[in-house]
């Protein structure tokens, strides 16, 4: 599919430690960037959290403490992806706050 595109626009899903978004954090950030030309650029990371993450939420993405345990933290990459996200239209499910649809 074509897309014509004025800004660049990102697709983006966070894993998280749960769906309070006051306490929990971010461990898993992953977009998709496509450009006006239609070029798509990937960008991803594991991050530590700095607080466990609950098994209720590792069983729904797979993702546990040790597998965090040695990654950066959302603060450590938060400029480059407002970097990666300037001037670029955002798209995503639940974007306005943590998926609902965990239990």
């Known amino acids: ?50 607080i466990p993450i609950p098994a209720e939420s590792s069983a729904i993405h797979g993702i546990f403490d040790k597998d965090v345990a040695d990654k950066q933290t959302f603060k450590d990459v938060a400029k480059e992806y407002a970097k990666f996200f300037e001037g670029s239209d955002l798209a995503g499910f639940n974007i306005l706050k943590f998926d609902s649809t965990r239990k």
């Open 1 to 50: 599919m074509k897309l014509n595109l004025k800004n660049p626009l990102c697709f983006f899903d966070l894993e998280t430690t749960g769906i309070n978004i006051t306490h929990d954090r971010i461990i898993e950030i992953a977009v998709i960037k496509v450009m006006p030309n239609g070029e798509v650029i990937k960008k991803s990371n594991l991050l530590n959290p700095t």
